[in-house]
T-cell receptor, first 113, second 112 residues
Framework: AAGVIQSPRHLIKEKRETATLKCYPI?????VYWYQQGPGQDPQFLISFYEKMQSDKGSIPDRFSAQQFSDYHSELNMSSLELGDSALYFC????????????FGPGTRLTVL | GENVEQHPSTLSVQEGDSAVIKCTYS??????FPWYKQELGKGPQLIID?????GEKKDQRIAVTLNKTAKHFSLHITETQPEDSAVYFC???????????FGTGTRLKVLA
């Protein structure tokens, strides 16, 4: 079965640079969620989109922005990167009929030097 | 705010024994409780879930119980195998937002 695709899988950036993470949800899934997971920590909700509209917002820094496109893929844009942004970033998707069941992608490991 | 507590943080069991992980949630509006297994370097994988209108759910060696009054739910793994070794996260969400509040995770080690 098709799963959530995230790219890139690994990303290394310098402080103050910009990064863009991409997420391709499971086919026919219309909702995308972004989570940040620090080392040894639980995933923290950042933001979600349903039908291309922002549906909820969590602890996402103002330096970060995200959007969902007409093909339902989503991008997380991160600017003015800080050392503390180093983490695993997960995207999850769900379908309208079962909106609460989220399927996670393999994650993007971002390292900020 | 919403909070999910998870215990224990680490758990070691002998192969074939049972493992139990417990979570407590704070928001009484929560009505969906999934459990995820996360292996090193991988994304969380859904292993079982339960909704607030059900008290127990079982899928082969894995079961989840929910006590709405006490606001806690538990994961039970029977006949543990070395491949069950991973970090397990509980989570809670409720209708309308669907974002997950995760527990802090339990590192399960099954000793052969």
């Amino acid at each position: 079965a098709a799963g959530v695709i995230q790219s890139p899988r690994h990303l290394i950036k310098e402080k103050r640079e910009t990064a863009t993470l991409k997420c391709y949800p499971i086919p026919r899934h219309d909702t995308v969620y972004w989570y940040q997971q620090g080392p040894g920590q639980d995933p923290q909700f950042l933001i979600s989109f349903y039908e291309k509209m922002q549906s909820d917002k969590g602890s996402i820094p103002d330096r970060f922005s995200a959007q969902q496109f007409s093909d339902y893929h989503s991008e997380l844009n991160m600017s003015s990167l800080e050392l503390g942004d180093s983490a695993l970033y997960f995207c999850a998707s769900s379908v309208k009929l079962v909106p609460d069941t989220q399927y996670f992608g393999p994650g993007t490991r971002l390292t900020v030097l | 705010g919403e909070n999910v507590e998870q215990h224990p943080s680490t758990l070691s069991v002998q192969e074939g024994d049972s493992a139990v992980i417990k979570c407590t949630y704070s928001d009484s509006a929560s009505n969906y409780f999934p459990w995820y297994k996360q292996e090193l370097g991988k994304g969380p994988q859904l292993i079982i879930d339960i909704r607030s209108n059900v008290g127990e759910k079982k899928d082969q060696r894995i079961a989840v119980t929910l006590n709405k009054t006490a606001k806690h739910f538990s994961l039970h793994i029977t006949e543990t195998q070395p491949e069950d070794s991973a970090v397990y996260f509980c989570a809670a969400s409720y209708t309308g937002t669907y974002k997950y509040i995760f527990g802090t995770g339990t590192r399960l080690k099954v000793l052969a």
